[in-house]
């Protein structure tokens, strides 16, 4: 899309040498990595952004890392949520043991973009 297409020729304007590196290792559902005392989930879940989103868990802290997963549908002639697919990925997120609030963890107040992602997946926009 041409927003996309914009920000790629942004970020690589004096540098347009791209190459693609496959990635060592791949997984299908989900999966586990010890990084030594602390365990990270990573899990596909999918959503209205990116039918390839994943979630990551640190079990230990308890902190679930939600990534492009809550985005709207942007590559729509209007940006929104399908009830079909939020609902699914509310109940995938839920099952997940995590405690802490975002505001809380960065120890900061929200800006202006985070809220609105904020708002957009609350309120189904």
Do not use: W
């Amino acid at each position: 899309i041409e927003f996309c297409a914009k920000a790629i020729k942004e970020e690589y304007k004096n540098h347009r040498d791209i190459q693609v590196v496959l990635p060592d290792v791949t997984f299908d559902r989900r999966i586990e990595i010890d990084l030594g005392g602390v365990t990270c989930v990573v899990q596909h879940v999918g959503g209205d952004h990116a039918a390839d989103s994943v979630v990551v868990y640190v079990k230990e802290e308890k902190i679930l890392f939600l990534g492009d997963c809550i985005y709207p549908k942007m590559y729509a002639e209007k940006v929104h949520y399908t009830v079909k697919v939020i609902l699914r990925l509310l109940d995938e997120l839920d099952a997940f043991d995590a405690e802490k609030e975002y505001q809380n963890d960065v120890n900061r107040e929200l800006k202006e973009d985070e809220l609105e992602t904020i708002d957009y997946f609350v309120n189904g926009y």
